[in-house]
């Protein structure tokens, strides 16, 4: 899994944000996606152009890749992987 500079800045703004404080499903957290399609597409350098509904997306899709990637690599090995 090859990340991007967006795929970076992305998990940044939700690490800044605090996002996973908020109950999921809840208001509060779908104000901080807002907030955090709105920072991204503040930056100068790399260039967004995102929706709630995108951010929110693009982080499902590499959550969901990251762990199959961790599953894939624990089923390959006896040793246990970090």
């Not at 967006?6 to 690490?15: F, K, R, S, T, V």
């Not at 104000?31 to 399609?37: D, F, S, V």
């Not at 929110?56 to 089923?75: G, T, V």
Request: charged share 35%; aromatic share 8%.
């Amino acid at each position: 899994m090859e990340w991007t500079k967006h795929d970076n800045c992305l998990c940044q703004e939700i690490l800044v944000l605090e996002l996973f404080k908020f109950k999921k499903g809840s208001i509060a957290r779908g104000q901080t996606w807002e907030k955090i399609a709105n920072n991204l597409n503040d930056l100068e350098l790399p260039r967004f152009r995102v929706t709630k509904c995108a951010v929110r997306e693009r982080y499902s899709l590499l959550s969901k890749k990251f762990k199959a990637k961790m599953k894939q690599e624990e089923k390959a090995s006896a040793i246990e992987t970090d």
